[in-house]
């Protein structure tokens, strides 16, 4: 049934391909329509299954003489990424519903692009899980090159390129373990369970792991992020920081530590203090948590500041994911989804909100202009998706990133008080934005005659909005709904060599 | 009401309103204040019931409710009150509706406003009934949201920077707090307080501290001293204490008046509060090491302050000064009964005194600061903004009603005997002489500066000569003295008969005491 997510993003997508031009109206009923069906194929599954196991969806051979099969499962792990690809992809469509240029062909490669996202999350099969990979790069660039906005070209080239780069990396590593376990099967589960020599994982797992991490975000490979970002148009930003970078952090769990889980085991060296590619990766992610929000801290455009804020909140994934304690795992996950509902609103706020009405997005302008009063609506939901993502109790955030510091804490103790320190700057630059954006000084005020009224807030906003604040709420609030299925996902199989071989 | 658990009750139902007033409000502004102030008296009808169905023969914990909540994390969704809770959730649920009335003249952005005080409401509920750390965290900072963006979007004419400076004072208590009991946390795998102090009580905290110690070096009493401290810095800021309180007489003094009496009659309650919940059965140990210290900067609270408001000319600025004064007497308080007593029974009925005091205290300064500022904001209303104590005089000839009613919450204020805030006061020095005498005796001078700044206000403000431009003041409206009539008679039953309240805390008071022998 889950499989069903796949198909009718992309027969989403080809029916909008041959719609007639300019009817846009339908194409907009219809990705809606389709991204609404996907959330509840979702969802069900979602439902269906209770205690986070690996559940088989779809197994038919596909290369029989090469072993690869076109092998669709699910355990905890992916439902979570998956419900929240249907959440960001309902409320992407919602906050685009203004797109007016080539409609149809905007929401064909959005369907496209969500289309290779559920396959990747869904896929077992390594080689199959490439392809969607793949297929997920083609339309973020035309999004970007065709909609974007600053420096669209250039952004849109420098992502690709980041992404074809990173995707080459996983490929040789992946073509490795493939010749080396000899097995003819590109199977996930099977792979995990075949004992790879230490020295050949030694080098695989850096290589794999920076190849989805360039996609993560990982420091400093992280340029693509920010200038993509601002580049995008709204939607495509909520994609990207929303869904996108969670599949390089979802490669780094499920491919590269679950298939080398000894390459996170010491050297039996030290080098510059360093005894293990775990320790390089931590601080890495530390790196990119400081220094994310340090850079955000004195951005001048709102959506930079934005899209340096997702850096330093996936240095919180990464960091989890190499604590390799439960808990931090746990977090790490918590923390994929809770950063890619709250990133997605707040580049909805950023892009559609308040771009879309001023037509800039320098803070020292948007100083003079007392949003607060002229839309009200984007003030609020601007400061509830800011009280979210510094981590305020009874948000998502909170729960994921007090987890990852736990763990954090137990594995290495001094990053976690660096990791902290990150927060207290996340604090300071959400602040900041925040004032010079919404709530002005008063004295700065002799030019808002010149802004002249603004539109409302239009209702699919309003229900975009809602829908990502209030799933952010729940789970702040009752983590266990997600909790519920990933924490048995990380005992299942699959995990054993991680949780056996990393010589922790 | 029988089948549903009442204090998930309590603290839904300011939720609630707070959701329906923002949502339908918007139509009139009638209907949002009515809506916002029916929620309210519904919160206040659930309190009276509790404090109805309150055995007061049991000193533990009553209507209890235990629930899974993030067994990853040892959370659970743990509530219930005991005497100090019970007081402390009426407090809140008068002290609010007299916010509501006091606001009655705001105009803009009205149902914003009512459902933000709603908000507020559910938090300090939150916070008195909340026995899991994480839970307790959760609305420790929820009531701090809507308290910044009462003061940023109403307030005077500084209100930006006063907001910022609230903002920032509050959020660095909640990191060290925060880090504090994270660090507990890792240490013992506890989030709940009950079990923290049973841990405590039990000498297991040290050893379980001894894991972190390992790794940094230094001995376990000297990071249950640090731990301490971060949880101390959290509601020192909060109460304040001298020297964390610069935050607060700019916060007070910008704050729309009903939202100054939000902050002083209940806000400042939660760092109490926290206090005698959190800290004291967790780290007596570690507080009593440095009680003497403790001590003095509980006095040197009372007295600065009250000298403080001395120097200002500015209505709400004296009473922001005295407010830290008074709050300066239940630290004092509390601080006191740290000493060790061993089986002493003398010395244990005095610091059962002590307490009693402190108890009362919160409850009493709650109301009495709360109905002060309400008449600060009365008088703002008729002289169009001014409160400065220079800008009236002789108004006793005009307006005696008013005079004669803020008279009386004034001498309130001043701890009369017969009032409420007498019995408080007393018995707080009371148990604090025997305890610890310096301090006590030293602190008998903030008693009098504050007699000196009241009388000055009754002197400038009601008698003189009176000033031109105010003949034509009116006086109280009937509807504002049937508002201000239940607070004023509070004051005096309370007054007359303590018991009441004390009858209430007693078994409470007992069970600290006991628990606080060693």
Redesign the interface.
Known sequence: MLAWTIYISFLGALALMLLPKGSVRVARILALLAAVAGFAVTLGGFIQQRSGELVTVARVPWVPSLGIEYHLAADGISLTLLLLTGIVAISGILFSWNIGHRTKDFFAFYLALIGGVYGVFLSFDLLLLFVFYEIAIIPKYFLIAIWGSTRREYAAMKLALYSFVGSAMVLIGLIAAYVVAGAKTMDLVQLARFPFPVHFQMWAFPLVFVGFGILAGLWPFHTWAPTGHVAAPTAASMLLAGVVMKLGAYGCLRVAMTLFPRGLGAWGFHVLGFGSWRDVFALLALIGIVYGAMVALVQKDFKFVIGYSSVSHMGFVLLGLMTLQQ?GL?GAVLQMFSHGILAGLLFAVVGRMVYDRTHTRDLSKLETMHLSKVIPFAAVTFVLAG?ASIG???FSGF?AE??V??GA??AF?LFAIFA?LGI?IG?AYT?RAMQKAF?G?PDQGSTTGDTGPLQPISMPERIGAIILVGTSVAVGL???LL?RVI?PALHTPVFDGLWRGSGR | MNFLPPITCLTIVPLLGAVAVLAVGGKSKKLARAMALAFAFAALAITLVLWHRFNPGSGGLQFEEVH??????GVQYHVGVDGLGLLMLLLSAIVVPMAMAASWQIHERIPLYFSLILMLEAGLFGTFTALNF?HW??FW??SL?PAFFLI?LWGGPQR?TAATQV?LYM?VGS?ALL?AF?AI??CTGEFDFMDLGEIARNGQLLPALAN?SD?HKFTAEKAALILCFGGFLGFAVKVPLIPFHTWLPAAYAEAPTGTTMLLTGTMSKMGVYGFLRILLPIFYVQLRLVRTPLLWLAVATIVLSAYAALAQKDLKRIFAYSSINHLGYCMLGIFSVLKFTGNDPALATEKAAALSGVFLQMFNHGLTAATLFWFVALLEKRSGGLRGLHDFGGLRKVAPVFCGLMGIALFSSLGLPGLNGFVGEFLIFKGTFPLATWPATVSVLGLLLTAIFILAILQRVFSGPLQERWSEMPDLTNGERLALLPAIALMFVLGIYPQLVLGVINSTVMQMVQQLRF
């Open positions: 808990i746990d009280m305020l109790p009874g729960v007090l987890q510091l736990i804490w137990r103790t902290g207290v604090i602040w709530f000084s009752y983590p266990q909790l924490v | 899974a909540w993030i067994p990853v994390l994480f965290f959760l900072e929820l949201i940023r930006a903002f959020m990191v880090l994270l946390f890792l972190i790794l």
